[in-house]
């Protein structure tokens, strides 16, 4: 097993020789018995349950002196501040599923789910000595008996979005989160995630952007990405997808001409809590029957993702509707599915990710129109450059869960600051070679992937900027100092 913690930080590099192996490693194949036997599904259902606090440096008054504490820690030691008599029941959104499972398996009902849980809410629940949390997750990670019933999805360790995080970051952030889940569960538990969840469901657009994402995710052992609807387009003509309910190929193509390809699993639009809060999918899903793919007969599968903490959907009313739509739909012809489970009997039954229909991140058809094969870079931007001058709305910033969020315009006095860190990361530590088991690594490294959440840009100016841009001051000391 792994060490948690190292230097006092958590242990989150060093390894990557053991995190390569286990993600190299053929996962167990699913076979039908009974609790998801596709071959005789009318359709099928899944749910994601994203979890994420972040870390802030408010564990003292002092600003630029206060320890760097998890956001769900000051709400429970700070009653006056808003929202924070929600931070017990936070607690108990986190640690609950690992208390369902087991209760249905016992009822001998068929519960599935899967769960993202970010980098940053696993050490901030660590820091805070929750250790009956972890015990009930690693009880349906780790025991034969439930995880089947359990797939996690890997994440970005700090909670970036990944259209604006430059996209060396954005690895070092997929493979810290790799190495963190492994000092928590195990190299085992970490061999059988194939599916990934970006924060935020943000996915680049610009075309380079993208074919790096594409080649992170793969490169670091993933088969599959969970996608938003709106933020991809058909190839052909730029319209939307057609049949949300089947697994498709996000196609990424750079301006050098290379492609690389990733099975995407599609998030139908709507409000997310309340869809996952109500079951919607289940309650969808029997409503469809199996159609063909490639000449196959496959079940359609209905995916939504929501957070598994905030709103009073999600804390009180999803528990009692979980246990409802599990109870009922399991033996029956429209069973609670995994995705990875699912995607093995598409490959058992002769459909590979060749077959599937290609979609790409929206506004790519605009660019593929006028842009050669591969032209480069600098033909690139010329080519963006001038569709958002004929069009104010045309933009490479990336989709999300929102068409209503951008997570560039309006963001300066922090975006600055985290790009002054990514470039004195790249030229301190990565192009000077320092080893990844170098404690200096491991607190640039820290700090780095702490400066890039995503909060910073989400809750707007004041207090959460002013977090971000000291924890990118702190970044850029230590860059300076301890690597001068």
Excluded at 29 to 35: A, E, K, T
Excluded at 290 to 299: D, E, K, Q, T
């Amino acid at each position: 097993m792994l060490p948690e913690f190292i230097d006092g930080l958590p242990n989150l590099c060093g390894r990557e020789d053991l995190i390569a192996q286990a993600m190299t490693r053929k996962p167990p194949i699913l076979q039908p018995d009974g609790n998801s036997d596709f071959e005789h599904a009318r359709s099928t259902f899944a749910i994601a349950l994203h979890m994420h606090q972040p870390l802030i440096p408010a564990g003292g008054d002092d600003l630029r002196s206060a320890a760097i504490i998890s956001n769900l820690q000051y709400m429970l030691e700070h009653p006056e501040v808003k929202d924070s008599h929600n931070a017990t029941a936070f607690v108990q959104c986190y640690q609950r599923m690992g208390r369902f499972i087991p209760e249905l398996v016992r009822q001998r009902k068929h519960p599935r789910v899967m769960l993202d849980y970010s980098g940053c809410l696993l050490y901030g629940l660590q820091q805070m000595g929750r250790s009956d949390v972890f015990d009930d997750l690693r009880t349906i990670t780790c025991d034969p008996t439930y995880r089947r019933c359990v797939e996690w999805l890997g994440s970005a360790w700090g909670h970036p979005v990944a259209p604006s995080t430059p996209v060396q970051d954005y690895r070092l952030h997929v493979r810290a989160w790799q190495h963190h889940f492994a000092t928590l569960f195990g190299l085992e538990a970490l061999s059988r995630i194939r599916g990934f969840s970006p924060a935020e469901m943000a996915l680049p657009n610009h075309p380079d952007v993208c074919y790096q994402f594409v080649r992170t995710l793969k490169d670091c052992g993933y088969t599959w990405v969970l996608v938003q609807e709106h933020t991809v387009e058909r190839p052909e003509d730029g319209g939307p997808v057609l049949n949300p309910h089947i697994p498709h190929r996000l196609v990424a193509r750079n301006s050098q001409g290379q492609t690389l390809a990733i099975t995407a699993i599609i998030k139908t639009q709507g409000s997310d809590t309340k869809l996952v809060g109500q079951m919607q999918p289940y309650y969808e899903a029997k409503g469809l029957s199996r159609l063909i793919l490639a000449g196959r007969s496959l079940p359609p599968l209905v995916i939504q993702i929501a957070d598994g903490e905030n709103g009073g959907v999600m804390m009180n009313e999803f528990p009692p509707k979980y246990h409802q739509a599990t109870q009922e739909a399991s033996g029956t012809d429209t069973p609670p599915a995994n995705v990875t489970e699912y995607l093995q009997y598409l490959q058992r039954i002769g459909i590979s990710e060749e077959d599937l229909p290609p979609v790409q991140p929206v506004m790519q058809k605009r660019v593929w129109d006028r842009f050669g094969d591969s032209g480069g870079p600098a033909a690139l931007a010329a080519v963006i450059e001038d569709l958002k001058k004929q069009d104010g709305r045309f933009h490479m910033e990336g989709g999300s869960w929102t068409n209503n969020i951008s997570w560039v315009r309006g963001y300066d006095g922090i975006l600055g600051p985290m790009q002054s860190v990514s470039a004195l990361f790249a030229e301190k530590i990565t192009a000077a070679g320092v080893p990844t088991t170098d404690s200096r690594y491991r607190k640039a490294l820290f700090h780095l992937l702490l400066a890039q959440t995503s909060c910073f840009r989400y809750w707007g100016e004041g207090a959460w900027t002013d977090y971000g841009r000291e924890l990118c001051r702190r970044a850029l000391e230590i860059l300076r100092t301890n690597l001068a």
